[in-house]
C-alpha cells in the first residue's frame, strides 16, 4: 500500500510539472527607460512654475512631465 501512495505521489508529481511546461508561456516586460533631465531642463521647469502664474499641473503638461516631478 505504501509503494502505491508513493507512486501516486510521484504521478501527480510528474503530471504537474508536464502540465506547467505545458502552459507556461513566456512573459517579456518592456519598460521605457527612465528620462534623465538636464539640470538646465530642471532649472526651466522650477522658474515656469514660480513665475508664469500657472499651477504646478498646468506647467508639468506644457513640458510633459508627470506632475510629481
Known amino acids: 500500500m505504501d509503494d ?3 507512486n501516486e505521489h510521484e504521478t501527480v508529481a510528474a503530471n504537474v510539472a508536464a502540465t506547467a511546461r ?3 508561456a513566456a512573459i517579456e516586460i518592456v ?3 527612465r528620462r534623465a533631465y538636464t539640470p538646465a531642463f530642471r532649472s ?3 522658474k515656469a512654475s ?3 502664474g500657472l499651477s504646478i499641473r498646468e506647467v508639468a503638461r506644457q513640458y510633459g512631465i508627470h ?3
Request: no cysteine; hydrophobic share 40%.
Open 67 to 69: 506632475v510629481s516631478l
Open 4 to 6: 502505491f501512495i508513493e
Open 31 to 33: 519598460g521605457e527607460r
Open 44 to 46: 526651466r521647469v522650477v
Open 50 to 52: 514660480f513665475e508664469s
Open 22 to 24: 505545458r502552459n507556461h
